[in-house]
């Protein structure tokens, strides 16, 4: 212990590569973060000056893009900086990271179950659905999902927040993951890391069983309906919900619901990009492209906005 030196700043090792990388992933990183904050607030505008989305399908998908913008926030704008050489980060600062990322992260996978519940009473129970989902219900699940996300969260945060951090000052990864930064302390981390595994298996697992439960009564019912019409019009209503769930715990679990040092620090890089960069992304443009509702709101705003220029002209 006499050798160290406590951690005041650590260095986010990022990505090794040239200066021209640097700056042409700088570039694209920068893009597409300002399409998905771009995308994630156009779905909350479209949903709340669109009288035919206020359900509560589209209500929490609202709070969902609500939350992607917090989410892919707390990570890609030190990323950049990361990529402009300014790879230092506090401890505190980098601990508060880890809370938001991990927090919103949770926050997210009740939401998604929230939503898969919504869609097994909408599909298996019609006409009961605005009885049971009604602004209420909806009012309370997504703040439910937002405080037991950040409380289940805080836990894990007052543990590591205790150990002792000593150098070496370098995380291998481009934003404060878990894993790399229990690696500076020269505490005995392993209880430590028993607890993170249970807890994430408490947040990843329950609300994955809730959402498959959820799709096994859903598609029996829609294999019961008689019509084909009838069973595309029911899959349309649950397929963007069931893609995003399916990207979303595919990469998390890959993560973190597996043994510690199972995959090598640079594929957990990759994996940590695509969940922290291209999923944020990736969800709005899966609801646009694939619900047919919110592609006739689109037009229908588009078209409202060119009737309005050509009657100003």
């Not at 929490?60 to 704008?77: G, K």
């Not at 869609?119 to 997504?142: D, H, K």
């Not at 008689?226 to 963007?240: D, E, I, L, M, Y």
Request: aromatic fraction near 14%.
């Amino acid at each position: 212990m006499d050798n160290y030196t406590d951690v005041i700043y650590l260095l986010l090792l990022g990505f090794p590569i040239g200066a021209k990388l640097q700056m042409f992933f700088f570039f694209v990183f920068l893009s597409i973060f300002v399409l998905t904050l771009t995308a994630n607030i156009a779905i909350i505008t479209l949903v709340k000056i669109d009288q035919h989305l206020h359900t509560p399908m589209y209500l929490l998908l609202s709070h969902l893009s609500f939350l992607e913008i917090f989410y892919t926030s707390a990570i890609v704008p030190k990323l950049l900086f990361i990529f402009l050489q300014y790879n230092s980060i506090s401890l505190p600062g980098c601990l508060a990271q880890a809370y938001f990322y991990f927090s919103l992260g949770s926050t997210e996978f009740f939401l998604l179950g929230v939503m898969a519940v919504d869609r097994y009473i909408a599909i298996c129970n019609p006409l009961r659905y605005t009885a049971i989902m009604n602004g209420r219900v909806c009012l309370q699940a997504t703040a439910t999902c937002w405080l037991v996300g950040f409380l289940s969260i805080l836990v894990m945060e007052i543990l590591v927040s205790q150990l002792h951090f000593c150098g070496p000052f370098v995380v291998n990864h481009f934003f404060c993951d878990l894993s790399p930064v229990l690696k500076l302390s020269c505490s005995d981390t392993r209880k430590l890391e028993s607890a993170v595994f249970i807890i994430a298996c408490f947040i990843v697992l329950p609300s994955l069983l809730v959402t498959i439960i959820s799709y096994v009564f859903i598609v029996l019912t829609i294999l019961r309906i008689p019509s084909q019409k009838g069973r595309q019009k029911a899959f349309s209503t649950c397929s963007s919900h069931f893609t995003v769930v399916v990207i979303l715990y595919g990469t998390v679990i890959v993560i973190y619901v597996r043994p510690t040092h199972a995959y090598p620090a640079e594929i957990n890089k990759f994996i940590g990009v695509f969940n922290t960069v291209i999923t944020p992304l990736l969800n709005p443009l899966i609801y646009c492209l694939r619900n047919k509702e919110v592609k006739v709101a689109v037009r229908n705003q588009l078209r409202r906005k060119v009737l309005r220029n050509k009657k100003s002209l």
